[in-house]
Each structure stands twice: as structure tokens, then as C-alpha cells.
Nanobody, 122 residues
Framework: QVQLVESGGGLVQAGGSLRLSCAASRRTFSSYSMGWFRQTPGKEREFLAAFRWSDDTTYYADSVKGRFTISGDNAKNTVYLQMNSLKPEDTAVYSC???????????????WGQGTQVTVSS
């Protein structure tokens, strides 16, 4: 079992930045990826970005490419999502997940955190 705990959410003005963290309870296999998703009421969960431990490969959804950056700290079993130039439409619950395989395959994710709220005011 892997437990994931997100932190770093909050309220920010449009154009601002936030950095989310996702800490895993233990080291995962190098083949694992950790991804970030977001969801708003009534909408499907949206894949944002992923990071694969084995080779630092990153994946991004087109909607956040150039604004969001994902990175990992192996020593801390933690993945970060740096979010810049935030827009009101980025308001959502952001969750991280972990699974075995390439991060852009949404079907690999087996472990999920509880989520952290991000609110962007206009």
C-alpha cells in the first residue's frame, strides 16, 4: 500500500502561483509514475501532469503545458506541481496518484490522495 498526502492548495489571485506537494508514505518502484489530476463538480477528472521515477520523464496535458511544471524529489518520495499564471478556471480539487507504468496512461493509477482545494479568484 502507498499512501499519498497532498498539500499546498489554497486561495490565490489570478496570475499568481502555487506549488502543490504530494508525499508518498514509502518509496515506490522506479517503474512507477506519479500524476496530478483535478476535478470540479459535475465534470470528469482531468489529467494534468505526470512524472516517472525511472527516468524523470514528464507528461503534460495541453491545457497546462507551459504553465505547470511537475518534478520529483526521490529522497523525499515527493512530487511537486508548480502552477504559474493561474486562472479562475484552474479552480478545482487537485489530487495526486501513483501507479506502475507511463504516467500518460490514466489506467495505471492505483493509489490516490484525498485532494487539496485550489481556488483562483478573478
Amino acid at each position: 500500500q502507498v499512501q499519498l498526502v497532498e498539500s499546498g492548495g489554497g486561495l490565490v489571485q489570478a496570475g499568481g502561483s502555487l506549488r502543490l506537494s504530494c508525499a508518498a508514505s514509502r518509496r515506490t518502484f522506479s517503474s512507477y509514475s506519479m500524476g496530478w489530476f483535478r476535478q470540479t463538480p459535475g465534470k470528469e477528472r482531468e489529467f494534468l501532469a505526470a512524472f516517472r521515477w525511472s527516468d524523470d520523464t514528464t507528461y503534460y496535458a495541453d491545457s497546462v503545458k507551459g504553465r505547470f511544471t511537475i518534478s520529483g524529489d526521490n529522497a523525499k518520495n515527493t512530487v511537486y506541481l508548480q502552477m504559474n499564471s493561474l486562472k479562475p478556471e484552474d479552480t478545482a480539487v487537485y489530487s495526486c496518484a501513483a501507479g506502475d507504468g507511463p504516467g500518460n496512461n490514466k489506467n495505471i493509477y492505483r493509489y490516490w490522495g484525498q485532494g487539496t482545494q485550489v481556488t483562483v479568484s478573478s
